[in-house]
């Protein structure tokens, strides 16, 4: 089932979202709800907080680089991460044009490390450490992000805040119109 993506200004994507158990209700299906909204979107990734769940968890199919040639040798994956801790991100800072389905119509340059280790268990709860580079770490960074509580704009040049300022308030406000099922924020 297509969920609705919860778009900028909702409080749940600025919350630090929380640890799950093996026994978390409707996992399994939720985890396809995901893959189905997320690849109905055009995403390469997608955290729970987006679809309004604050819970440690996020997918991601960067496997689109192995058809684009984004990255030369580098190989594209598709994973679901629960319970993700970083454990190092290093190497050189890269700066690259990022976006996100919670803030359609925007796009900005994010400088990030270019190589992470990362910690966290699969759907069938098995831990796993691993070490990825280039998009791969950007992809992972920035669904990583979602479950602390922090968007990609807030990791732009004051300048270019400044430029979206406006835009963010018509995405938070609902005046925007996305090709994909959203939820806007609406204060009480």
Known sequence: MILPIFAYGQP????????IEPDYPGLEELIADMWETMYHADGVGLAAPQIGKDIRLFLVDSTIIEEDGKEEGDKGIKKV??????LDESGEPVSME?????????????????????????????????SYSGFNARVIQHEYDHIEGILFTEKLKPLKKR??????????TGKIQADYKMKFHTPR
């Open 81 to 86: 991460f629960i319970n993700a801790q970083m």
């Open 163 to 172: 430029l979206i300022r406006r835009k963010l308030d018509d995405i938070r």
């Open 98 to 130: 990022e976006g996100c389905l919670s803030i359609p119509f925007i796009r900005g340059d994010v400088e990030r490390e270019s190589d992470i280790r990362i910690r966290y268990m699969d759907e069938k709860f098995e831990t796993h450490e691993e």
């Open 12 to 19: 749940v994507l600025k919350r630090k979202a929380k640890d």
